[in-house]
């Protein structure tokens, strides 16, 4: 080849990399000139649901907004504070405040739609942010008279909340309400009014009085529904129920409140929780049934981990570990 040839190529070749070296150190435009990247800030996610398949059946993950804690040296008990903290700054978590998510899956059989739990609804005894799950239903395109059961695995005022509005009328005018008695009957006392449950109560009573007449209870180890098992995991309240919920050979367990953390009352169970009613049985109920799940390799759905709160369970050494399941946008 000759020379000719090879020396205007590496020319235009310098010209490039030299016009490249000049953009990459931030070449300036002139004065005057419009930058066409500025754009104003959106200050919107995107819509608050999320779709997955369960063998035939479809599971939309519904949020009812994030529930902010507080302090969770005060609220996870049983060890030390500064133990707390650091089991949230090594998993790059913040350590001043506990935010919990409120993941409600409604799940579509193809015969009936059953939604697990209903959030705050209108009480904001745990600031603004809560109270989503119309909102959330509405961007899914469900709606609220298609409901045909919702399913409580216990009546603490964020899982019932969104069950009536604050003047007693039905938000699900269609559903039947599924509730273990012992709840029920714990939660609706008028006479722990002037005790120190007093607010849970009265949210309670606010949200599960008006439909007593569609109220069914369920028992421990029972298909009250088909595809929908009970099981017991007292401790948290009296009556707390987690759920085996299955179609097509193919299920995961709904958790409820048997862990409200995907870190702390994982890697260490018998950890306590200011919440639980009984806080020593719940650990043991914990450490049982996370040991089922783990075992058996069920998939589980955790009303209060990081949003969408779907994944598995592994044992690590005396506790256990969360792996959240990555969430599939191309299916459709």
Request: with cysteine; glycine share 10%.
């Amino acid at each position: 080849m000759s020379r000719d040839l090879i020396l205007p190529n590496l020319a235009s070749r310098r010209g490039f990399l030299g016009g490249a070296a000049a953009l990459a150190a931030g070449a300036t435009l002139p004065i005057g000139a419009t930058s066409f990247a500025k754009a104003p800030l959106s200050n919107n996610q995107a819509p608050y649901f999320y779709r997955f398949m369960l063998g035939p059946s479809e599971v939309t993950v519904i949020s009812d907004g994030p529930l902010p804690l507080g302090d969770p040296g005060t609220n996870f008990v049983g060890v030390a504070k500064d133990e707390v903290y650091r089991m949230l700054e090594t998993n790059f978590l913040p350590k001043d405040n506990v935010v919990l998510e409120q993941n409600v899956p409604v799940v579509n059989f193809g015969d009936r739609l059953v939604m697990f739990d209903t959030g705050m609804g209108f009480s904001k005894a745990f600031g603004p942010t809560t109270g989503r799950l119309q909102k959330s239903l509405q961007e899914a395109g469900i709606k609220p008279a298609d409901i045909d059961a919702i399913v409580c695995s216990h009546a603490h005022i964020d899982h019932i909340g969104g069950i009536c509005t604050a003047d007693g009328k039905a938000n699900f005018p269609n559903a039947q309400i599924y509730i273990s008695q012992t709840d029920f009957d714990f939660w609706t006392d008028e006479s722990k009014l002037g005790s120190p449950l007093k607010v849970f109560v009265e949210h309670a009573r606010a949200n599960l009085l008006p439909v007593r007449d569609r109220i069914v209870f369920f028992r421990d180890g029972q298909e009250f529904l088909p595809g929908i098992q009970a099981i017991a995991a007292p401790g948290h309240t009296v009556g707390h129920h987690i759920f085996m919920v299955s179609s097509g050979g193919k299920s995961f367990a709904f958790l409820g409140d048997l862990t409200h953390h995907a870190v702390l009352l994982l890697e260490k169970p018998l950890m306590e929780f200011a919440y639980d009613s009984d806080p020593k049985q719940a650990a043991q109920s914990r450490v049982k049934l996370l040991g089922m799940l783990a075992a058996n390799k069920t998939p589980v759905m955790s009303y209060h981990f990081a949003w969408p709160g779907f994944g598995n369970l592994a044992k690590i050494g005396d506790g256990y570990r969360y792996f959240a399941a990555p969430m599939d946008m191309l299916r459709g």
